[in-house]
């Protein structure tokens, strides 16, 4: 017998540009698996507000028993959107079912190579780049996986990985945890900075396999352990932990990143748009975490802590 292929709804959703933070950061705690944001053309009217094209957001939602409900939650979110802005066109939606087989022909669409930090390059396995002298290369397979670098919490995250890890003349003696590594992406970029041991886990085992196998095209297999593991039950400390997560995900998990860190080590937190801000500041910049750093891209922020420990 034939195994029936797994369906995801694809969701299309045409919006103001003002609206699309927003709403990207609803699908993704909604349990969106991947959100890209769809190139459109130069408006040809003559420079008003009204000549502006809309942007396009397309997400990928899991055919499973809650997919209704997600839906439901969408539209309320939209029209409660559309009350306190009613100055801006209502966004509109639509949905379409695709099989697996189709899903990387979606994503190939999106994902270009991509200079995202200073050093970094971020590349799709499909398509060609030659790297400079100092270019740090990651070819990506995302497959299933959510994470390619380009959105601005994983670009932020990296941002913040590379400067720690760089200026750390003792990089080659620390351990580094990626927590919801997806594809496995600042894993392998904490190795090919110089870390000397990785560990990433997710709970997903299609994450899990894409992430190892992402990690062994990279050369790095040897540096990275991809674990499908919560997070939660790691025995084990690290110097540096990055979490690139949803803000209900990263206040949920604060006890267990404060035992998994080692005094003196590095947090990283990403996934958080400005309208969780004081609900983030509120749980992390307190004891036993000092900010070193906050990174801001558009409405999406990432904190830099350092644990200096109780007093």
Known sequence: MTQQKERWLQIEISLPAELSEAVTNFLMENGAQGVFQEETPEPQGGGFAEDASPETLKSYLPDDVRVENRLTSLQNYLDELGRLFPELPRPSWRTDWIAES??????????????????????????????????????????????????????????????????????????????????????????????????????????????????????????????????????????????????RMLIKLRPRLIDLLSRGGFLILSGIIEQNREDIEHHFLAEPFVAHRTIIEKEWRCYVLRNEGYR
């Open 102 to 247: 189709n899903w990387g022909e979606e994503w190939k669409k999106y994902f270009k190579p991509l200079r995202v930090t200073k050093n970094i390059i971020i590349k799709p396995t499909w398509e060609r780049y030659s790297p400079g002298g100092h270019d740090i290369l990651i070819e990506i397979d995302p497959g299933m996986a959510f994470g390619t670098g380009q959105h601005p919490s994983t670009r932020m995250c990296l941002q913040a990985m590379e400067d720690l890890i760089l200026q750390d003349r003792e990089a080659r003696n620390r351990r580094v945890l990626d927590v919801g590594t997806g594809t496995g992406i600042l894993g392998i970029a904490a190795a090919k900075l110089g870390a000397g041991k990785v560990v990433c886990v997710d709970i997903d085992k299609q994450a899990v396999a894409i992430a190892a196998e992402n990690a062994r095209m990279n050369g790095v297999e040897d540096r990275v352990d991809v674990l499908y593991q919560d997070a939660a039950t790691l025995a084990e400390t690290f110097d540096l932990i990055a979490a690139n997560l949803t803000a």
